[in-house]
């Protein structure tokens, strides 16, 4: 895939692998990161243009070079992270984490854009800003994907480009990898996948869109939002992978247990 941007690629990918690395991080430090990631992106905006942002190429190429930036914890290190918890436990807590982490996410987005809201002069930031939440949302619900699949047992084989471009196209999908096809699993995204993600990345640019309400009513749209999604996403995924695991599947409702955290 080519290079979205120039540069700065390095530094953009460091900055949304340091927002899905830190499950703990205070507001003040992600709002920081938020900006600084939004400033590198409205340089870059500058570069591709109206039409290549407005297809999601832009989007989703950014996705794709950060993928390797996002920390994968394996199952030995998941489990003694979260005190030996396995299975469908494990998987609950993963869920529960990016869920508090895309709602942080969606909050602080929100909160900027308010105050971009209400001064006029600010509003060319304001699509910068969007794009930057939209990136780090859709990189901490691949952590979570990729997560998912090692605590249900289902191991995605391969270099670690290849493992975040499965799981990239994953999330785009809203499926499971196929542990059948991970053999063949390459660092380039096929057409059909790059479609996918283009679209899907678009769908999560424009429910960002709902952070731009003035004063803080953004920040709550945009928390509950993303709230919502991952934990809509979460529930197809799990799905794909008992199945994999060979597990039996979900019953209504036991998705809910209540966990501290």
Known sequence: MEPAHGDGSTELGELIGRLTADEDMDRETRGRLLGRLAKLLGQSARKVGAAGIGRGRWLADLLVEAAPHITIRDLPTLQAHYHGLMGEELADRLVKNAGNATTAV???GGALAAVEFAAPPLLL?????????????????????????????????????????????????QRGVNPLETGSLTSALGTAAKSALRKRMLRTFGRSLGTMGPFLT?????????????KGLAA??????????????????????????
């Open 106 to 108: 969606g909050a602080a």
């Open 125 to 173: 930031s304001a699509p910068a800003q969007l794009a930057a939440e939209t990136l780090v949302v859709a990189a901490i619900e691949v952590k979570m994907i990729a997560e998912l699949h090692e605590a249900y047992g289902v191991r995605v084989q391969g270099t670690g480009t290849a493992r975040g471009a499965a799981f990239v196209t994953s999330w785009a999908r």
């Open 218 to 230: 953004g920040a709550a749209a945009g928390a509950a939002l993303n709230r919502s999604a991952t």
């Open 236 to 261: 197809k995924v799990r799905g794909d992978l008992r199945e994999a695991a060979g597990a039996p599947p979900e019953l209504p409702g036991d998705d809910t247990r209540g966990l501290p955290t």
